[in-house]
């Protein structure tokens, strides 16, 4: 079971507020979560009180080897804290559509 650290949006049409918090890798976005660590609210200006986490439990998730989605890393960044970032997974590319041939140009006719 992998685990991240990852946002989940609450709060209603254009004034978000997201929850930090520890997910399953396969949970959807606001899906059920392991452990609530925080909230970030984009909204307030005082970048001291616009995220509020629990530095006790996020130390204790990270040594168990939860890793930071890079938007949670960022965020994490702007308030001094370092984390480990978990790699972007890329989706499997469909299977490679050969390259329909060249088509010969048109010859056009010569205009009198």
Request: hydrophobic share 40%; net charge positive.
């Amino acid at each position: 079971m992998a685990v991240r650290i990852r946002l989940s949006r609450c709060g209603r049409k254009n004034r978000p507020h997201f929850r930090i918090a520890v997910y399953d890798s396969n949970t959807r976005r606001d899906g059920r979560y392991i452990d609530l660590l925080g909230h970030y609210d984009p909204l307030i200006h005082d970048p001291k009180s616009k995220v509020k986490i629990e530095a006790d439990r996020l130390v204790a998730w990270v040594n168990k080897g939860a890793l930071a989605t890079p938007a949670v890393a960022e965020l994490f960044r702007h308030c001094g804290l370092k984390m480990p970032v978990a790699p972007k997974t890329a989706k499997p590319k469909a299977e490679a559509r050969p390259k329909a041939a060249a088509k010969p140009a048109a010859k056009a006719a010569p205009k009198k």
